[in-house]
């Protein structure tokens, strides 16, 4: 499997498609695998926290979930192919499960959102069997969790958690599982509820989905702050890559 290094962080160089291809036979073949969607915010989270860093580096793929890794790839000269998003990858997922009659479980979210979505993926994907969900206001070190997931034997576990809870949970607890696709979903729970609106396609297709958000949400301003850094740092890559 091919993958591109930026920071230190091992990209999967796939496209959606074949990301999704993959997964599908890990699922068939009762296999498990850990999902990481990354975006410079990750990046310069791991480049600043050893422990975050090593719980990325046990992850099964880790996918461009930003235009800046893609740029930044590009710069690299080990372009990636494109993004491939959590969102997109859980809309993707919620289509297959219903097609092959997937089990899936919802971990993350509040309580309320959890149910809002589960009653729109029994709506529109009625193939689906939710076998399990549980919010995301649990202790740290509560084993019920993981032990809930492990009797009910789900396909695929969404797990929206929010960076970097999602990424370290799955890393920490992945050696209790014999199978199941794990994948870090961000705020997928809320689209899916309702209760966040995904930016409109011609924000996305212009690349400036990460704008929409900034200005529904400007609280965010703080994180944007890791773009002129990932930036940096990816320049410093490339410079000492070349000397």
């Known amino acids: 499997m ?5 920071l230190g962080i091992p990209f999967t ?13 890990h699922i068939e073949n009762k296999e498990k695998s850990f999902v990481v969607t990354a975006n410079p915010e990750i990046v310069m989270r791991a480049h600043d926290d050893s422990y975050y860093m090593d719980c990325l580096q046990r992850a099964s793929y880790i996918t461009a979930d930003g235009i800046g890794i893609v740029k930044a790839s590009q710069l690299l000269k080990a372009p990636l192919p494109e993004r ?11 289509e297959k499960a219903n ?17 809002r979505a589960i ?9 689906i069997e939710v076998v ?10 509560d084993s019920s ?4 997931i492990k009797e009910k034997k789900p396909d695929i576990v969404f797990v929206a958690l929010g960076v970097p809870k999602q990424e370290r949970w799955i890393a920490e607890n992945f050696s209790n599982f014999d199978r199941g696709v794990f994948i870090c979903v961000g705020g997928s729970i809320d689209v899916v509820a309702g209760d966040v609106k995904r930016a409109p396609l011609r924000w996305q297709n212009m690349n400036l989905e990460w704008l929409y958000r900034l200005l529904k949400q400007p609280s965010r301003w703080k994180r944007m702050l890791a773009l002129p850094r990932f930036a940096y740092q990816v320049f410093r890559q490339r410079s000492d890559s070349q000397s």
């Open 119 to 127: 009653k729109n993926i029994n709506i529109d994907y009625p193939n």
């Open 145 to 148: 969790v993981a032990e809930d």
């Open 84 to 94: 491939v998003t959590g969102y997109d990858i859980m809309m993707e997922f919620l």
């Open 99 to 115: 097609e092959n009659n997937y089990r899936i479980y919802l971990l993350g979210a509040r309580e309320e959102t959890l149910h």
């Open 2 to 6: 091919k993958q591109v290094n930026i």
């Open 13 to 25: 160089n796939m496209d959606h498609i074949t990301l999704v291809q993959q997964l599908q036979k």
């Open 132 to 141: 399990g969900h549980r919010n995301g206001y649990f202790t740290w070190n």
